[in-house]
C-alpha cells in the first residue's frame, strides 16, 4: 500500500486547500489575501500609474486607460496560470493578460516586476495590519469586561503552579489585558510608521521612469499620487529591486508578541479547567471525545497555543529573510514571502478570532474556587506572618526560617488529609516565633492587596485605546470550528 | 481603502489554495494528503478494525462490513464539514458520516479518536516518506551523473568566495552527492524503525478495546492486523492518547537535513551564474525579468534556498511539540500538525522536484571556466610552492611567510592590471626563497590532486543505493513553475 | 545612571562565564569543551600526522617528533591569545605556539587548518555523544525503575488536562520511557555512523598531502592512521574545505529530540505537584521562595523545560548552517559553531543531570492521588458504560448521546458541591438507557486495562539497552544548583 | 580514547568563558552583564527601597542602612556560591551574603525575589539599550560616510546576482544605511516605551508592601522612588510574579532585526571580494589561510553573518517564552533568560564592533569595478532601448521579445569569448526593431538615473539621527579578533 499512493482511485483535483485559510481565518483577512483580489489590487496600481504618467505628460490616448478600467474586475485565474506556465515568469503573465483583456500595451512602462508585487503584497500587509489591529481592540475589550467584572473575587493566586498568595481572578485578567496593551502600543506604532517601496526600477535608481518621463520632479510626483492612492505616508528612498526584508520580519515578529498575551490567557484557562474551576464553553450538541462522553475539553484554548507556535515558525521562516539579499536584490525570499505573509496573517487571526470566543462562552464555577482558596488560606498568607513578625522586631531571615520549618510540616499534615488550621497551631505553639495562635489565625484572611485599584487603572489605559477605536469595539467573530 | 478590505466588489469562495501544494508539490505528494484520500484512508482503518472484531468473536452480522465498504469511497466533504459546524468535534463528524452512509453504527467500537487519526497521519508520514526517499534516489542519480561526467573538468577552488586551489568540477558535484548520501542513509534508518501508535484508546491503556474482546492475546492479534494492514513492521507498545510528538519532529528535522545538499548545490550555482560559468537552464520563451529583457536569473536556484528556509521555520514548529504534553496527552500540537505535516511534505518535494530540474536544465559555459583557472593558476599553486620550499629545507612558517608577502602584492598588481606572471617573477627573484623563477613556473600547472579518485568512489557509493530502488532512478519531473 | 555603565568602580576582568558550564554542566562535559583540552587533542592529531608522515617516508629526524610530544601538555592561553591578535589566525597562532615550544617548524605539513580544527572538533563532537549515550542510559535506568515500582498504581488519568480514564502511574513513567528509548535508538545510530572529516586539505582534493608523500595510497594509509587514533570507522571521501555542516544540524537536533520525553516527564510532575499528588523533592535547608516559606515550587522541573527552550534555538541556529556553504566552504558557521556546539552539550548534559535528579528525589503524596481517582471514577468509567451499552444492542452513538446527556449534568452537579454518585442515579433512571443503575454502579472500578502488561515490556525492552551499558547504568549526579 | 574524556591529565576548573563575551563583546557590554555589576545594582535597588521605607515612615535606626551602603562593593562570588549551593536558591543565597556584611536583617523586607530580579535584570536590559543604540548611531555615521564618499562612483548593479542595471557603490550603501535607519527608529521606540516591573509582591499584588507600608499612596511612592532611582518613566501597573515575558521577546527581536543591514552588507561584501572588486582590510602581519599565503578572506564579514545567525537562534529561545507563564507567573523562562539576554546582547555588540570596523577598514579595487561595468555596460541598457522603442511606438512587450531574443543571443556569444558589442550590432540590424545600431549604441552610456539626489536624502535622515547622539558618533571599536 505504500508503495502506491495512488491507490484511492477517486479522481480529483489535488491542489490542496490552505487549512489556516479555510478552518480559522475569518473572511476578511480571506478577503486580503485572495488571489482574486491581489490582481485586482496589482491592476488598481497599473491604471494608477498610467494615469499619472497620463498627468504628468506622458502622450496616452484618450479611452485607453478606461479600457484597462473597464476590465479591472475581470479575473481569469486559469488564463494566467496557463501564461505563466509557458513564460516561466508570474508578472509577465499579469501583464500580457490585462494587455490582452485591454487590447493595449501601455501597462508596466517604466516599471519592474517589483514595482508591481512588492508594492501590492505591502498593501495587502498594511490591510492585513489594519485587520489585526481592530481585532485586538475587539480582544482588549473583552478582556478589560471580563477583569472589572471579576476585579475582587478573591482566589487563590499561584506561583510555579503552587498556592502563593491571594489575588482576584480579574487582575489575573488584568496582568493578560496589561500584557496585550504592550504590544497593541508597539503594533500602532508599526502601523504609523511602515513605509511604501514605491516606484523604483529595477536597482532602485528610478532610471526607466527618469527617461521616461524626463524630470526628476515628476518622478517623485508619480510616487507620491501612486503612495497616496493606497493611503501611505511615506515612501522608501533609497532601496534596491525590493524593499528591506527586515520589514517582514518586523511585522511577523509584531504578530508573535501579539499572541503572548492570549496564549497566556488559554494556557491558565486550561489549568483551571483541570481544577475543575472554569471552563472554555461548550455548544449545545459539541462532542468533547468520541470516546468519553463526559469529556468538556480545552480544545480552543489547545488551539490558541498552537496559533502561537505556528507564529514562531512563521518567525523562523522571517528570520531567514534577515541580512539575506545578494547585491541590488533576489528573491531568494520569493517562495518564503509567498507562505509567510498570508499564513501568519490567517494565524493571528484565527487566534484572535478564537481568544474572543472563548472569553464569550467562558464559564466560571465559584465553588471550586472557593473551595480552593478556603483549603489553601493559611499557606497565602505566611508572608502576613513574616511581616508581622518583623514587625515584633524578629530578624527578617529568622522569621522566614521558622515559618518554613513550620509550613513544610502543615503541608505534610494536609497532603495526609489532615486539616490546615494545623498551620496556625503549630506556628502559634513556637515560642521562637512572636505570634500567638490566635493572632496568627486573625491574619488568615484573603487579602488581594492592591488588586482592584491594578485593575481599574489597567481598564482605564485600555478604555482610551477603545475610544480611539469605537467601530473596532463591537466585532463579534463567527462562531469557530 | 485600506479600511475596508472587501473593496473589490467581487463575490467569491474564501477558501485559499495551499500555496506550497498547488505551485510545487507534486501530483503524489498533493494525493497523499488530499482530504478525500485521508478519508478513505480513515475509513479503511475503521473497516480493517471490523473485520478484525468480527474475525476475534464480536457479534458483527454478515452483510454490515459490506455496507461499509461499499461507501468507502463515497467522499462528501459539504457534508462532513457541516456535521463538524454542529459537533465541534471532527472524528465525530466523519464517524456519524461514514455510519449515515452504511446505515449502522458499528464503526469506531471500543476506540477513541486518536485511534483513528493519529494511525492515519502515521500513515501518511510513512507513504510520504516513501515517496521522499524515492526521489532522493532520482536526485543521487543526478548528482553522480554530473559529478561523473566532469569528474576531470579543472576549475578554480573558492574557499570564503575567493580562489583557493585547482578543483574539478566533478568533485564540486560529488561533495553535494556525498552530504546527501549521509542524510539518505538516515532517512532509510528512520523509514526502517518508525513505529505505528496502535489502537489504544483514550489514555493509551486499551480498556475498551480489552473490554470489548474479553482477552489480552486478542487485542494484541487486534493490533497486529492493523499494523499489517499498513504495513508497519511494529506498533508502540505504552503511548497516551498520542504517539510521542518527539517522532513529528524527527521526520521534519529529517527532512531539512535532506535539503542542505541541493540548498549548497543551489547557491554555489547561484554564485557560478553571477562569474557567467553555468546557468540553471532558460526555457525557450521564458522571460528573466519584465523590465531587462536580456536577465537570465536563477530563479529556481534562489526558490531552492527558498524551500530550505520554509522548513527551518517548520523545524521550529515541530520543536515546539517536543516535551509539550501534558499527562496522558493533548491536543495542543492539533493545529500545529494540520499545518506542518503536509507543507513540510510539500516544501521538500517542490525543493526535490526543483533541483531534480535544474540539474536536467543546467548549462556550463566553459570558457568563462577556463579564463578564471587561467587567471588564478598561480595563486592557486601557492601550497605547491610551500610544499617545494619545505622539501628544500626551509621552514614550513618562514617560507609561508615570504610567499604571502609576494603574493599579496602580486594580487594588488594583477587588480592594477597587471598579469597574474609577477607571482613567480616576485618570488624568484626573492633571495630568501629556494626556489628560482623557472621553477616556480614549472609548478603552475593545474593540480586537482585524487579528486578524480574521489569522485568514483563517491559515485560508486551512490551506485549502490541506485541498484537497490532501480524503479525509482528514472523518474522525470513534470515542468515546474 | 543608563549613560554610562562603567558606574560601579570595581575593575574587573571583563570575561564572563559560560553560564550553561558553570552552572548545570558535569565536570565530564566541561573538560571535553574546555580550550586546554581541546589545544592538547589538536597537538596529538598533529603529531599522529608526524608520525604517520615519518613513518610513510618523509625525512623527519629522530627526536624532533619527540621535541614536540614532550611540551603537548604545556598549554598557554595567554600567549596564544597574544599570538591570535597580532596573526587575526587562530590556528597560525596554534602553529607558531607549538613550534616554538618544540623548537622545530614541522607540524601542519601537507595540512590546511581545516584538517586540524574540523577533525578535532569532530572528536570533540564524538566524545561529548558518548557522553550523553551514558547519561540517557542512566535516565532509562531511573524511568524504568519507577514504571515497575508504581507499575499498578492506579490514578485518574488526564487527557487534555481533565480526566478521562483510569490509568496506572507506571504506565505514565513507561509511557516517557518508551519515547526515550526511540529517541536513544536514533542516537546510537548516529554514534554508529558519524563519519570523520579527514585529512584533505584546503578544497577537499588532498593536493598537497599528495604532492608531500607523492603517492595516492599513502595518501589514504595516513588518512587511515588518523582515524584510527581517534576511534572513528570512516572517513568522509569526497568533502571540500569543510565536512558537511548538516552533520552539525543532524546531531544538534538529535539533542533536542533527545530531551523531549524527559521534558514531558518533568512537565507533567509541575502539573501533579499542582494538585499536589507528587513533588520534584526538596533538600533539607532548601529555600522555596524569598517571601514565601511554605512555597515548594517544581524548578528544577521547569528547568528541565528551560533546557529544551534553549535547545529548540540551538537546532534554529545549527539550522542556519545547512545550505549556506559556497563553493568549497567558507567560516560563515564559524563562530555560530563556536556557541552552538558546546553550549547544545551543556543544555543537554544540564537536562539529564536534572531530570536524573527529580527522579531521584521526587516524592508522591498517594493520599491526594487517592481522593482524586476516587471523585472521578464515575467519570473515568462513562466508557465502559459505552461498550456494555453498545454490547446490550444499543447503537454506539445513540448511547454516546445519552451517556453525555447524564455526564454533563453531573459533572455541574459535582462542580456546584454535590456527590459524584449523581452520575449512576441520573444515567441509571433514564429508560432509553439499558443499564439500571445498579449496574452502571457495578461497571464503577478502576479499570487500568493493559496497563502494566505494557509497563513489563517496555521495561523489558529498556533492560536490553541497560544490560548493552553496564558501566553506564549506576551514575549518579552530583547535587545540583 | 573516546570512552574517557578526562585522558589529558591536565587538572583545571572546568568552568568555561563565554564565547561571545571573550572574543566578540566590546568591554562595556561585558561590564553590563558582569556577575559582580549585577550584584552592585541589586543592593542598590534594595538600599534604594530601605531608604523609601525610612522616608516612608519605616522604623529603620540611623547608621543601619549605611552599614549596607559601605559593603555594597564587596562582592565574594564564592561565599554567594557556596550559600546557594546550601540554599538551593539564588537571592536566597544573596540576601544573607548582605545582610551578614552589613551585620544586619532589614534588607527585602516586603520584597519577593522577583521584586529583586526582575528589576535589576531590565536596568541591565535597558543599559544595553541605550549601548546598542550609541553604537548604531556610530554605525549609521559610518554608513552615510562611505555612501557620500562614493555616490557618483558607477558601478554595475546586480540582481539574482546577474548584471542589471547601472547604479552607484554610494547607493549600494544606501540602500543599507536606510534599512538600518529604519530599525533604527524602532530601537529608540522601543527604548522610549520600556517599562519597569515594579515592587509588586509574589503575585502582583503589592500585598506585602501594603501590609508594611500601610497606605496605598506610600506603596506607590515608594515605587515612584524606584523607577526614578533607575532611569525608567514607567512602571508596570498589573503583573503577576514577573513582567511579561514578551518584552524580551521584543528586545531580542528588535536585535534580530538591527542586525539586517549589516549582514546585507557584509554578504554583499563577500561577494564584490569574490570579483576582486573591494575586500574587507587586511592588517599588517595577518594571516588569510594556513596553507594558503595568498588567501586574503572576507573572515569578518562571514562573522557577521554568523552573529545574525546566532540571533536568530536567541529569537527561537526568547519567542519560547511567548504565551508560557502557568497562573500568575513561573520560573520555566529563568535558564533561557540567564543564557539569552546576555548573549543576544554579546552578539549584537560583537556584530555592530565587526561592522564598523569592516567599513573603517575596507579597501575598494576600482580598476575591477570599472572593467566589469565596461563589459555589462550593453546588457544594463536594455531597459533604455525598451523605453526608446516605446516611444517610437513600439509595443512594449512586442519590444521587450525582441530586445530579448538578441540580448540571450549576445549573451552566448561573450560567453564564448565575443565582444559585447554585438548586441547592438544584432538588435540594431533586426528590422522590426526602431532603433540604428547607432542609436542603440547612443544609449550605451552609465545612467544612474535617481541614485545621487537618493544617496543625499538618506544622508541627510543619517545626519538627523547623528546630530540627536553627536557623542555616540565618534566611536572607535578596539581591534577585533
Known sequence: MLADPEFSGLTRDCDMRNVLSARYASPKMNIIWSQEDKIVLERRLWVAVLKAQRMLGLPIFDGDIEDYERTIDTVNLESIDKRERDLRHDVKAKIEEFNALAGHELVHLGMTSRDLTDNIEQVQIMRSLHLVRDRTVALIGRLARRSIEWKDLDICGRTHNVPAQTTTLGKRFSMWLEELLLAFETLEQLIETYPLRGIKGPVGTQQDMLALLGDKKLVGELENIVCAHFDFDRPLISVGQVYPRSLDYQVIAQLAQLASAPANFAKT???????????????????????????????????????????????????????????????????????????????????????????????????????????????????SFLTAATERGTGREVAHRIIKTHATRAVAIVRDGGSSDCLAQSLGGDSDFPLSIEEIRDLIVPDHGNAVDQVELVAQMAEVVLERYPDAVHYRPAPIL
Not at 295 to 303: A, D, F, L, W
Not at 350 to 374: H, K, W
Open 269 to 383: 484557562l486550561r489549568l483551571m479547567a483541570g481544577q475543575q474551576q472554569a471552563g472554555e464553553g461548550f455548544k449545545e450538541g459539541q462532542t468533547g471525545s468520541s470516546a468519553m462522553p463526559h469529556k468538556m475539553n480545552s480544545r480552543t484554548c489547545e488551539r490558541i497555543g498552537g496559533f502561537l507556535n505556528i507564529l514562531r515558525g512563521h518567525v523562523t521562516m522571517a528570520g531567514g529573510l534577515l541580512g539575506d539579499q545578494w547585491y541590488e536584490g533576489d528573491v531568494s525570499c520569493s517562495i518564503v514571502r509567498r507562505v509567510v505573509l498570508p499564513d501568519a496573517f490567517f494565524a493571528i487571526d484565527g487566534l484572535l478570532e478564537a481568544s474572543m470566543t472563548v472569553l464569550d462562552e467562558m464559564g466560571l464555577f465559584e465553588p471550586m474556587i472557593g473551595r480552593e482558596l478556603a483549603a489553601e488560606l493559611p499557606f497565602l498568607c505566611t508572608t
